[in-house]
């Protein structure tokens, strides 16, 4: 039972441009969401979080959007470089389970062209 | 300011060995997570420590595997006879707290290889 969703597990996008990751959840319960990369042979690293308090948040060239009724959240990525290039996962909590809990996706595979 | 250490980074063991990975969390955190990624997937939460303390261990399998964190010495993930399918990347994470909104920062992990 696969409570967080990366449908895509590919995306490409020129050097410059937006990259935009989706992320689906089932758990009504989730209340703190998470954006991690990966590069190969490192552990993943946090990049952005958001509270289900919020719909937006910003950190620099990174933007996650978080959409309840819809139980969807996304990743901007503007302008994308190619140091981007990565698995990125999202990942979610909830209070009743335990906050520490991370529920991650499978990733989604960025390739920024130069 | 070392991040999270883990060693070994690769193991390869025969089936029937014991595998023993360890883990330094980050200087000043008490919280210390394990999660195992398979191939293709994402990773899955294993257990919870804090010093001493077994928290959370509802993502371990029930039998071959345990953790414990000892009040000195680094965090340790066993696993007893290990058989093929518990080749997999097993990554360490850890926290200044469990508190809400608190961010797990990762290790490299450790690539367990069973042949």
């Known amino acids: 039972d696969q409570q967080v969703k990366q449908n895509s597990p590919s995306l490409s996008v020129q050097e410059g441009r937006i990259s935009i990751l989706n992320c689906d959840y089932t758990n009504s319960m989730f209340d703190y969401f998470l954006w991690y990369k990966k590069y190969p042979a490192e552990g993943p690293t946090f990049l952005i979080s958001i509270s289900s308090i919020k719909d937006k948040n910003e950190d620099g060239r990174f933007t996650v959007f978080l959409n309840k009724s819809a139980k969807h959240l996304s990743l901007h990525i503007v302008p994308s470089q190619p140091g981007d290039s990565a698995v990125y996962f999202c990942a979610a909590s909830a209070p009743g389970s335990g906050t520490y809990k991370y529920i991650f996706g499978t990733g989604t595979r960025l390739k920024v062209l130069a | 300011n070392a991040g999270v250490m883990q060693n070994p980074r690769h193991l390869v063991r025969r089936r029937g060995q014991e595998a023993r990975l360890r883990c330094s969390p980050m200087?000043?955190?008490?919280?210390v997570y394990w999660y195992r990624q398979l191939p293709e997937e994402g990773l899955k939460f294993m257990v919870y420590?804090?010093?001493?303390?077994?928290?959370?261990e509802s993502g371990m399998p029930k039998e071959r595997f345990s953790a414990e964190f000892p009040k000195e010495g680094p965090s340790i993930l066993r696993i007893q006879q290990v058989v093929r399918g518990d080749s997999a990347a097993y990554f360490c994470?850890?926290?200044?707290?469990?508190?809400?909104?608190?961010?797990?920062?990762f290790g490299p992990g450790t690539r367990l290889t069973v042949l």
């Open positions: 994470a850890s926290s200044p707290s469990d508190r809400s909104y608190n961010e797990q920062f």
């Open positions: 420590l804090q010093k001493e303390n077994i928290i959370d």
């Open positions: 200087k000043g955190h008490s919280h």
